[in-house]
């Protein structure tokens, strides 16, 4: 199984982004799905979560300005990023909890990381 997150890139303060991350290979189901980032020089930290049946959540940080989405149909997890702040810039990954058509078994998966740098 493999996660691929993309659309990062330089944004201006104020504005918006979204990224996207796709799970392809040996899937049989896809549970829980979510966003980390890791800022220079400090711990990756929590960003925001969808679970199976669309229940999101989301840090302190960024909640009313991000949004997070999925799209079961393909294996697809979505950040949505507004009002972007100089703060927000960071390494932002992907993750998913993912049951294995191999086995049935669930395992975590990350994606490589897609660079937000937010400046003017």
């Known amino acids: 199984v493999q996660l691929q997150a993309f659309g990062g890139g330089l944004v201006q303060p104020g504005g918006s982004l979204r990224l996207s991350c796709a799970a392809s290979?040996?899937?049989?189901?896809?549970?829980?799905m979510g966003w980390y980032r890791q800022a220079p020089g400090k711990q990756r930290e929590w960003v925001a979560h969808i679970s199976k049946g669309n229940t999101t959540n989301y840090a302190d940080s960024v909640k009313g300005r991000f949004t997070v989405s999925r799209n079961n149909a393909k294996n697809t997890v979505y950040l949505q990023m507004n009002s972007l702040k100089p703060e927000d810039t960071a390494i932002y990954y992907c993750n998913a909890g993912v049951i294995t058509s191999t086995d049935r078994l669930e395992y975590d998966y990350w994606g490589q990381g897609t660079l937000v740098t937010v400046s003017s």
């Open positions: 290979g040996s899937i049989f189901k896809i549970n829980s």
